[in-house]
């Protein structure tokens, strides 16, 4: 089982990036799938998350308004486009698979590697 994260980089206050999280070994269609992120000295914070097919979307207050997921059922993925980044933003930032609510609750079944993001000002 693999989430394999992947579009960090570098970008400038008020730019975008777009993460996109690429599942294998088995299937994540039952699964909801969801983004975090790590900033050094700071615990893992919930960024958004999609249930199964899509339908519900679920946002932390510091990215609501700026990030949009949505997951794409037939590639086993889910994608973060992140607009209007700001240097706080700046974190490693991972993707997982699990129950909605376990998502929304940081405690999904499987981790994906970060990727990392850094918005400089």
């Known amino acids: 089982v693999q989430l394999q994260a992947s579009g960090g980089g570098l970008v400038q206050a008020g730019g975008s990036l777009r993460l996109s999280c690429a599942a294998s070994?088995?299937?994540?269609?039952?699964?909801?799938m969801g983004w975090f992120r790590q900033a050094p000295g700071k615990e893992r914070e919930f960024i958004a998350a999609v249930n199964w097919n899509g339908g519900s979307t679920y946002y932390g207050d510091s990215v609501k308004g700026r990030f949009t997921i949505s997951r794409d059922g037939a590639k086993n993925a889910v994608a973060l486009q992140m607009n209007s980044l700001k240097p706080e933003d700046t974190a490693v930032y991972y993707c997982?698979?699990?129950?909605?609510?376990?998502?929304?609750?940081?405690?999904?079944?499987?981790w994906g590697q970060g990727t990392q993001v850094t918005v400089s000002s």
């Open positions: 997982a698979a699990g129950s909605f609510i376990g998502i929304r609750n940081v405690a999904p079944d499987h």
């Open positions: 070994g088995r299937t994540f269609s039952s699964y909801g």
